[in-house]
């Protein structure tokens, strides 16, 4: 009897042991290294790659944003608007549609095809660009711009979202159209090693590029 408790208490010693052990090697000192070893090989992407402009962070080269202004380059639709909200007079936060903003996320709908709420929402969209784009027909309109990513917050869209975007951008904003198109292209990525993925355009960057010929910033 006197044994078996003393096996007992030797494994239970062992395994509260290495438990402590790995935590401390897997929870904190892995971790730890990683985190300042990024910190030290690629600081601006451990940062978070914060884009700061006369010295204000406007936000980050990855995570997109919700533009409106007719001048500004639009993103693709996202569920969460980007986590852009506005504070109500009864205090309370509200996304600039209306409805009320849940807090900070990311995410998509996820509606099937077969959705009213989907084919409402699409339909939405398209009214809004045609409005704001007359030039561009329906049929035009590219398919980026009308479907949101699983993340709703994805900073690109495709050179061809660009460009039909290109004319009512020029319009509003004074820079002219070439001027316009060279900003695209300063802020357009090939694909990786020139074959993987596709050549996308960062909005993000781009407005900051628009704001700053404008003056505005």
Not at 13 to 34: D, E, H, N, S
Not at 127 to 155: C, H, M, Q, W, Y
Not at 196 to 202: D, I, K, L, Q, R
Request: hydrophobic share 35%.
């Amino acid at each position: 009897m006197k044994e078996s408790v003393k096996n007992l208490l030797h494994g239970t010693r062992q395994a509260v042991t290495v438990t402590i052990v790995l935590m401390l090697i897997c929870g904190l000192l892995f971790p730890c290294l990683l985190t300042g070893l990024s910190a030290l090989i690629f600081p601006n992407q451990a940062g978070g790659n914060l884009i700061t402009v006369n010295g204000q962070t406007v936000g980050s080269k990855y995570v997109g944003q919700e533009f409106t202004e007719d001048y500004y380059m639009w993103s693709r639709p996202s569920a969460y608007h980007y986590n852009v909200y506005i504070e109500g007079e009864d205090g309370k936060q509200y996304y600039p549609d209306g409805t009320e903003f849940p807090g900070i996320g990311s995410g998509s709908n996820n509606y099937a095809p077969s959705n009213p709420a989907l084919t409402e929402r699409v339909e939405a969209d398209i009214e809004a660009f045609l409005e704001k784009n007359p030039e561009v027909k329906r049929e035009d309109i590219p398919t980026d711009l009308l479907t949101a990513s699983g993340s709703g917050l994805d900073p690109h869209i495709s050179p061809e979202s660009a460009e039909v975007q290109i004319p009512r951008i020029a319009e509003a904003s004074g820079l002219g159209e070439e001027a316009v198109r060279n900003i695209v292209k300063n802020n357009t990525n090939g694909k990786v090693l020139g074959i993987f993925g596709e050549e996308t355009v960062n909005v993000l960057m781009v407005n900051i590029e628009i704001a700053q010929n404008m003056g505005l910033i």
